[in-house]
């Protein structure tokens, strides 16, 4: 009888949260099931996910070293953590579903190989011989098979389902790009014409079938044209004929098979979600349901303790709710079609409005009914108010932009400072400050946060500077960051802004998995980019006046536009810097550029590994976060 | 009688060709209203108007100079033809509503403005003061509202209807962009930093916000961030957040609610059209009808009349085919709902199969039936034969890409040239000639054409190869890219590749739409560029020595980056020039740099020419161009 209320309550939550992990139905098994599922796990096997990946900072290239014996024992230990976590879902689940899973199998391949790695680097380092620390490249795994991460793993099946599709339309793009190079080598090949830099302009097919890829990025718009173009302008025709059909049609073309394709697999994904979700509510229900009469339905008391084993902080009153609900007639039991809606419930928030008094009109009714508080709080209500306060904050916009060092300015910033907190006051005196500051008072929260944040600095970096006379430039920086974000408030008064920047801040949550997505495919570039290219390229000091200064340190790019352009510091050689190159190549302006510098330090193969990172993160990433934005806009729309 | 079926014939013809023309029913007004539709009228209408639109290319600054006589002239001709069209368009239409149409307002407006700016600018030039040929912004006025443009009309309209929409999306960017500026100003203002260039670093609010506007269109990515990425490793936090901010997800925003707006005006606009073309072929049915029993209807006779009328070239057997589909019960007359079919049936394509022998079975059937024929046809029937067919053009593209100047390589073109031409002959040989070449038989027309033009443009090359031992640049260009045109037929044999390919020419009439658009904004815009920037920087020939061709003829370009990088010849000195400097514009790449240039030689509010253009271009046209490939490949997926 409990088990089987323990079991339903288990196929309950996993419904609710939309979890489909077959396990055992033994009474320990459901136990351990429920401990499997309960968040500290959860955050524990997070947060070694977050250790494992965070210490390519601290490995060889890094950013703050460590000596390879602390890095490894870390690493072992997240390891050993990662094996835990999966001894627990094996037991947990079927022997069988356990050895099928290949998402159980890849953690255990990656566990063996990366300790393979680390014995044979260790080994090779204690006699001296630096070698490749290769399984590094190997961690996202963990972030992407462990149970937890269902939602990167349905985004990175939505982009396996639209590889068939987008293979076809890449292919006919390669070869336009290929036969475009052809021409370009018949037609301009001879000429004896030379770039900007004095290089033979378009003799080598593959160096014009990479001008001609990048140029479809558009990064070497319109240098890669200038010297057909000063030849003769008839020449043009060639270069926007390949723009137009390049450029702006495939690419255009890439997006709407990579919407497609999104869109169909979303449709399915809901569709067999439901499906689980009612299966699961259904054997839920088949375990706790007794016959009353023809029917079979669920009695009220089962019910009642189902719900709070499922969800044990559940108010009473909450509770009460969601039973009538669940019993419309008042028959005392949940009949099959009703309770199959309990997982959907329960995950509904339910906003209680009460309309309470004031507590200043409880505490002191007379003084808060007078006339002059009720103006007070009419004059708050009224829309000049917001008015008002919009202006204040556009004159403190101008003041900001105004020099600082002026003393009267910098009063001022006190000035507004005390206006903002008047206005909190005001409001606070006026509404009701629980429904004030309510779960969904998004914007209420914003500017309390914000106002007290910027109080806080301010009077930390007064009280510094007058004691120390000097200001902490990072102290100084948040202060003035915190200012200009009070400006953002000016947007809640308009209905237009707000409606646009909620739904932006309501996909916000959703966004997060394609963090998930980029920081894994950053992250395995990033960790191939630093073993090919770390120090390669060196940045000192623009102080430092070393002869070695002005190539970034490595004489093959003397006299390239890499060094001429100061791009020293856009390296490989940590892994902050490596992810903010691999930005700069996912907006993919001066792709040339970045790619040129790295294959002359190193071998004009390296471009493969800048167009291969150009393939996966704008062609197929980039254009799944534009889908998932269009999407999300039209169901907002 | 003979006046009802001739007005019910023009009712149809509307209806099929959705034209939306109110129209005097009078004998005399009928026929001149059908004289209005000719084709003819029409040809001369879009004649004049490219004749218009050309002129540009002949007055100053002119690509081909002629003098300010014969310019005028030939634009007081234009405006002569187009007021013609629009007296014509009075007599059809009645009075009322040709004076309430905005259309003929603005036509009429546009050419008495026209011959105002002709009479002011030639009275200035006899005195020599040169003067504004500002009217010249206007001429593609005539291309938007002459009635036949309707598909412009309704991409002009559905810009229009997006631009509430994204008004408000466009100021929360705007204010999105000020906010970082301000905060850019605050945060590196003080430093002293210095760009590559060595000017002052993030100093002024304007030219920040300028440069944070580039940033959006990541032109000037990575360089903005490197003085303050090199100063301090966090600050590429600012700017990875703008980025992400700013370029990503409002530039997705963007595309979203023109997206949106496209799709829901393009609803809008079928659901219109489909009830105007109800209501067109009810009013003919109408006059028409007659009572037979308790129903309306027409008789066959008049039916006929009618067809023959609406469609004179229609053959008997097409005729037959529609009354047969029209009167299905061969009643004898065609009832209401038979009839407002009509306009649908008489836009179908019947496609006549008829299954005919060969005319070579015709005329030697013992011959061509003997068993060596027949295996010749099996032969060319079989996969096979293309296989060989792809293998011999993918050796011929690697032939085209070894060095033409071996005489076994110029030969073997002769080689390739006999097998293509004996491929189809062979198709010839066994598929009867004109199903081959059917109405719908693209690719195999595209073959035949390919081959015959390179035949014909190789023989012409030997010949004058031979007669004057030297061979023409052009010819050979053009032999050149027929050449290399024949591999596209590798696409033909891959079934996916011909799917993709026959979407997008089947999407490409109504690209032409974007033409027109993209044509008339461009225009609009060119003349702007070349009235403002016209002759401030020169191209020089790259072997004229001139002390001023390294500055592009303008000492204030001593040291910029334009002159560095040699875009001298992206000007603004005729009209081909500038359309192709519009259409490096649309690219966005290096736009900080053409735009840097033209406020070098001239005024720094010349950089909002260049921002206007962009938000036109890049985010309003470019974005309803992907949003209508978007479309068009949903509907054809
Ligand atoms: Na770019």
Redesign the interface.
Known sequence: EEQDLLLAAAYVSDAQYNRNIPFETSPQAIRLYCFYNHWTMQAATYFFICIDLSLALFEEPALFPLPFLATSIVEVLCLTAFLGRLVHFAKVTPQMVFWKDTKNICIMLTIVLTLIDLIVYGSLEAVNIRSVRWSRALRPVFLINFPESRQIRRAFRSIRNTLPDIL??F??FL?SVL?FS??A???FGDRGLKT?EGSPYFTN?LDIAFELYVLVT??????V??PA???N?WY?LYF?TY?IIN???FL??F???V??NYRKHLKNEIRKLAYLKRHKMIEAFNLLKVQVGTEFVVKEAQWRRLAKVVAPDISSSHLELLLRVSDEGQKGHVDKMNFLRLADLLNIQVVTINIKRHPLEAWMPRVYQSSASLLVQRMVRHRVFVWVYDVIILVN?IF??LD?RNPFISYAEWLFLSLYIIEILLKLYTYEPRSYFGRRQFWNWFDVLIIIAALVATVANTTIQSARKYSSQQIL?IV??LR?LR??R??VSIE??RV??TT?INIGPAMLTFGGLVLVVYYVFAIIGMEAFHSKVQ?FD?NFTAPDALVCGNPALKDSAFA????C??NFNDL??AF?LL??LT????FVLLAGGFALVTHQAAKLYFVGFHIVVVILI?NI??AF??E???VA?
């Open positions: 076809y339309v292919l006919l070869f036969m052809l021409m080598l018949k037609l900007v097919i558009t990064a070497n718009s319109p240098d044209m200038m173009y000063d030849f302008g043009s926007i723009i450029t702006y049609v255009s073309v997006l709407a098979v919407y497609n916009a900001i932009a600082e920086d003035l960051i200009i400006l953002l000016v947007i237009r802004f646009i920047v932006l940045f623009p001429r352009n100061r791009y510091k856009n902050a810097s903010i930005m700069e907006v993919v302006n001066h980039v976060f534009i934005i269009l999300a806009f039209f729309y």
